[in-house]
């Protein structure tokens, strides 16, 4: 049963912007926080950004703060990340994930912590 699928992933240039969406199914529904983390080419997998789905609480990584913007949409069970001003090192695959239970918000970085994964969606930016 499929829980989290992204779209939104592109061909950008460097300045431009996307947004990339992630829609939620299943038991994915009733988790707690959403986030999104990126694995560029030959790096590994890194946190991005995470919310709780009423928004009360938000947490980025510090290379994208100011240009990203998480944001969720209960009634369309979907989470958002616009992406601004985007760089080429911002080339990679992202991915959300669904946590169920939020026992420390501060673990948000915690991949392990994540009970649901999409698939991925590229997001290439030319210089």
């Known amino acids: 049963q499929v829980q989290l699928v992204e779209s939104g992933g592109g061909l950008v240039q460097a300045g431009g912007s996307l947004r990339l969406s992630c829609a939620a199914s299943g038991r994915a529904r009733s988790s707690s926080a959403m986030a999104w983390f990126r694995q560029a080419p030959g790096k590994e997998r890194a946190f991005v950004a995470a919310t709780t789905w009423n928004g009360g609480r938000t947490a980025y990584a510090d290379s994208v703060k100011g240009r990203f913007t998480i944001s969720a949409d209960n009634a369309k069970n979907t989470v958002y990340l616009q992406m601004s001003s985007l760089k080429p090192e911002d080339t990679a695959v992202y991915s959300c994930?669904?946590?169920?239970?939020?026992?420390?918000?501060?673990?948000?970085?915690?991949?392990?912590?994540?009970?649901?994964w999409g698939q991925g969606t590229q997001v290439t930016v030319s210089s």
């Open positions: 994930a669904a946590k169920m239970i939020v026992y420390y918000w501060t673990d948000y970085e915690n991949q392990l912590g994540y009970d649901y």
